[in-house]
């Protein structure tokens, strides 16, 4: 089972921007199934899929973060990157990453999850 890290959050303005990282022991996209999604969790609110990428490219962003949030991979490094601009303070959350089966990236269907990394947005 691959493992997963999250890094790159912090706390920055409204309007900034940060890259977040999950780099994988292994190899992610072994096949055309095989997914990874960010997730985000706010306080006293549900986890939700923020963007979801496999082998070619983009397969989903949540409606709140298209147009600002930039999912990519580096097959390279076995890592996924989510370069997040022009935040919100509504962006604030713990974030997470996961992978598996499209589907199950989709349905946010994991038993597991890491401890995520951290992103607060000052207004």
């Known amino acids: 089972q691959v493992q997963l890290v999250e890094s790159g959050g912090g706390l920055v303005k409204a309007g900034e921007s940060l890259r977040l990282s999950c780099v994988a022991s292994?190899?992610?996209?072994?096949?055309?199934?095989?997914?990874l999604g960010w997730y985000r969790q706010a306080p006293g609110k549900r986890r939700e899929l923020v963007a979801a990428v496999n082998a070619n490219g983009p397969l989903k962003y949540g409606d709140s973060v298209q147009g600002r949030f930039t999912i990519s991979h580096d097959n390279a490094t076995n890592t996924v990157f989510l370069q997040m601009d022009s935040l919100k303070p509504e962006d604030t959350a713990v974030y997470y990453c996961?992978?598996?089966?499209?589907?199950?990236?989709?349905?946010?269907?994991?038993?597991?999850w890491g401890q995520g990394t951290q992103v607060t947005v000052s207004s």
């Open positions: 292994g190899s992610i996209f072994t096949n055309r199934y095989m997914a």
């Open positions: 996961n992978a598996g089966k499209i589907l199950s990236v989709l349905q946010e269907d994991f038993d597991s």
